[in-house]
């Protein structure tokens, strides 16, 4: 069994039911409390208690309407929607923690990076550089007609735009203002030097941002840099620029693959195979005993939603299941949405899809005593070389408080999960050091600093 630290997400979302499609009716879920300070406030203390490294927040700014060519099953079954905007609840858990991280996900393609870039900071000032950001590209149709385009942008060109997006934002934070800018000095009545505050000049294919950035440095500079895309195109932008990668997959073997193509790309993007953390979806449901645990599983696939289950796999995939008959084999067909989920799932019959998708959405689901789920963390570990879990809750708060009371404590007897935090950043709890390492792509804008532009 592994003896390597474990790295531990929660992954939710604003709205009601995020990855289990239909639990929202289950009578011990509050998931549709989302709207409550109070939901995110014990949530953040029972994960700081737990000694998760952060909280992953999904999202997305559109519905799901392949399925059935209607947003319709998704609005009937709550599937992601509604939703609410997720940053804002990040200075409220922060309010009642001290360490827990906040990735947070925001799309590269609908927000302007000068604009997004003064978000990201003022968010690592008020979280005392807790911060990360889940980049996204933005995979659903609905999403690009009502921020006014006639279709979303092809997959790969979107992946183009991020990367400079990315740029745009890396000068920004990493090169604009020198470390020492900032002095306050009140007997002079100097906030900062305007001769260490620097203009970026990026004129780029997609973006023109001539000034400097609005925001002072923050405790990290560049939030902790996450990443979900699992395609070949995805696969190449992450190895460049994340320092964690959340992959989604049916099973050991494909996880395997996955994270083996990713070490591969890292290499060849001139990192270390193990720089960049992987971290997979998993559901656990726990139970005093093994029999206990598959009774609640039982009772959670009761709730499950058929019709949820195929409007989620609709609009990640892009590809409409209604009217399929039930035995029918999905198969591969390469389009914009979320490539690498729809190949994931090749080969599932579309009744298998909907009940793997019901209770654990784009990950599988451990099932047992608190030894047993522990034993199948450390597994999957071993197997397929992932250094942590995105753990998805089937009831929420309930499959969290659960993992914290009964398998954390185990976890931290194997010496899998630390007992205690340090002190500092995000990515110095993570990595070590405030800020992005010195031959990260983001961070070679700070070997030089543009000038100052005449006034």
């Known amino acids: 069994m592994t003896k390597k630290r474990i790295y531990l997400n929660a992954f939710d979302m604003n709205c009601a039911g995020h990855q289990s499609p239909g639990l929202w009716t289950h009578p011990d879920d509050q998931s549709s409390t989302y709207k409550d300070a109070e939901y995110w406030t014990h949530l953040a203390k029972v994960l700081e208690k737990g000694r998760f490294d952060a909280i992953f927040l999904a999202d997305v700014l559109g519905t799901y309407d392949v399925y059935q060519g209607s947003r319709n099953a998704a609005v009937r079954q709550g599937a992601q929607v509604p939703v609410n905007d997720p940053a804002f609840v990040v200075p409220i858990m922060a309010q009642v923690t001290k360490h827990l991280g906040f990735g947070l996900t925001a799309s590269t393609s609908y927000e302007h990076p000068y604009l997004f870039a003064r978000r990201i900071s003022t968010l690592d000032h008020l979280t005392k550089g807790r911060i990360g950001w889940n980049i996204v590209t933005s995979y659903l149709n609905s999403a690009a007609r009502n921020l006014g385009l006639d279709q979303q942008i092809n997959h790969d060109n979107r992946y183009d735009i991020a990367d400079e997006y990315l740029d745009v934002v890396y000068k920004l934070w990493e090169a604009s203002w020198e470390d020492d800018a900032v002095v306050v000095d009140k007997e002079k009545g100097i906030y900062a030097d305007p001769e260490k505050v620097h203009d970026i000049h990026h004129d780029g294919e997609f973006y023109k941002v001539p000034g400097a950035h609005l925001c002072e440095p923050s405790p990290q500079r560049t939030p902790v840099i996450f990443q979900a895309g699992a395609s070949p195109k995805g696969t190449k932008f992450a190895a460049k620029h994340a320092e964690l990668v959340f992959v989604g997959s049916t099973s050991m073997e494909r996880t395997k693959n996955t994270v083996t193509a990713f070490r591969e790309e890292a290499v060849k993007a001139g990192r270390k195979a193990d720089e960049i953390k992987i971290l997979t979806l998993i559901t656990p449901i726990v139970g005093a005993t093994q029999e206990e645990a598959e009774a609640k599983y039982l009772d959670y696939k009761n709730h499950a939603s058929y019709e949820g289950s195929l409007a989620l796999f609709g609009g990640w995939t892009g ?137």
């Open 319 to 455: 590809v409409d299941m209604d009217g399929v008959d039930p035995q029918e084999k999905i198969q591969f067909v390469k389009n914009d949405a979320i490539q690498s989920t729809l190949k994931s799932m090749a080969d599932f019959t579309v009744e298998e899809v909907a009940e793997f998708i019901g209770v654990g959405g784009m990950g599988p689901v451990v099932v047992g005593s608190p030894e047993q789920v522990a034993d199948s963390l450390e597994e999957w570990i071993d197997v397929t070389g992932v250094d942590g879990f995105n753990i998805a809750y089937a009831v929420t708060p309930g499959t969290f408080e659960e993992f914290v009371d009964y398998v954390i404590p185990i976890l931290q007897e194997r010496g899998l999960v630390r007992k205690e935090y340090e002190e500092g950043t995000f990515r110095k709890n993570l990595f070590g050091s405030d800020y992005l390492p010195d031959h990260h792509h983001g961070r070679q804008y700070r070997k030089r600093l543009f000038p100052v532009a005449s006034v």
